[in-house]
């Protein structure tokens, strides 16, 4: 269903607008600030928008998504002009990574201020910014006037949505903005300023090694490449709960392409994914690829295991919890 003037109403029908269209545009930014959810395309991935500063607004994303309460949102601005009033300082080094990186896939989390609502940031004291680059998201952004806490646009736990039809197929009822295929493929990298050493809280388009040039030394939380104990407390989206995953039972293999091969012969496979040796590709094609697997009904799939250093370790982290942490070594030995 097209909507051509922006006289925007409820349906239940899905509503596909397109990025192309200011009309369209101007009818998702009426949609936002009568507190309704739309789905946005982001150089990352697709994000479930909503009025950040709308309490009502934002329940509707975990509603929608089947979300956790104690997994927070990011909330997208368009400058850190527009971040100000939603924390209660810019340190230096935030302004040094936005001069950087933003607009970009870095989420950075500051000290919040009242402003924004305890359900965005799941009761902690912080909260988590980005400026994205994608066209569409920023017209978005500059035509509702609004910051928009957006999660990825999917059923909570499966893989995230890198093509429009990919959040129709996971959230049909939903107005989604059309911008085409994400750039980048998978989420923004998250860092905390909170702590005495920047900590890197979810790997992602951003490395580690191009933050470690601005800022330099950066402490990277366990939670990268392990599961949350049960005290401890999500800081950042993607370091709790099942992410990412597709129904199929994932395995990742350490091995070379014939190595992990033979081994998941071995062990009864009925799938093989190796993503070959580009970061950058890995990145674009990994969530596209996972949702395949269910589309040819596999039920058992082993991985190959990227490299984990720059992209690389954004792409070992996002496959370590879609596999619920199940790693192995393929034996090389004759």
Not at 104 to 131: F, H, N, Q, W
Not at 173 to 179: C, E, R, S
Not at 306 to 317: F, I, M, T
Request: charge should be negative; aromatic fraction near 4%; include cysteine.
């Amino acid at each position: 269903m097209r909507i051509e003037n922006a006289e925007c109403r409820n349906s239940m029908n899905t509503v596909r607008l397109s990025a192309d269209n200011q009309n369209d545009i101007a009818c998702a930014a009426d949609l936002l600030r009568r507190g309704e959810l739309v789905a946005i395309p982001t150089e990352t991935v697709y994000g479930l928008a909503a009025n950040a500063l709308d309490e009502a607004a934002v329940a509707k994303i975990f509603a929608a998504k089947g979300r956790p309460a104690d997994n927070p949102l990011i909330v997208h601005v368009l400058s850190l002009e527009d971040a100000a009033p939603l924390v209660k300082e810019i340190p230096e080094q935030a302004l040094l990574l936005a001069k950087t990186f933003w607009p970009g896939p870095l989420t950075i989390v500051l000290e919040k201020s009242g402003l924004i609502p305890d359900i965005v940031s799941a009761g902690l004291s912080t909260v988590a910014l980005r400026s994205p680059s994608h066209p569409a998201a920023r017209a978005l952004l500059r035509a509702c006037g609004l910051p928009l806490a957006a999660p990825s646009a999917n059923k909570s736990g499966s893989p995230s949505p890198t093509r429009a039809q990919h959040v129709l197929d996971d959230l049909p009822g939903i107005a989604v903005l059309d911008g085409g295929a994400c750039d980048v493929g998978l989420e923004s990298t998250v860092i905390t300023l909170t702590t005495p050493t920047p900590i890197l809280l979810r790997p992602g388009g951003v490395s580690l090694e191009d933050l470690e040039t601005v800022l330099g030394k950066i402490n990277i939380s366990g939670a990268i490449t392990r599961e949350l104990k049960p005290d401890e407390h999500a800081h950042s989206p993607g370091m709790k709960h099942r992410h990412y995953a597709p129904k199929a039972e994932l395995t990742l293999v350490h091995g070379s392409p014939e190595d992990v091969t033979r081994f998941a012969k071995e062990q009864g496979a009925d799938g093989v994914l190796d993503f070959g040796d580009n970061p950058e590709e890995q990145a674009r094609r990994l969530f596209a690829k996972l949702r395949e697997i269910d589309l040819l009904g596999l039920h058992k799939v082993f991985v190959r295991c990227p490299e984990q250093d720059g992209l690389g370790l954004a792409v070992y982290n996002r496959l370590l919890r879609a596999a619920e942490f199940r790693e192995v070594h393929a034996d090389v030995s004759e």
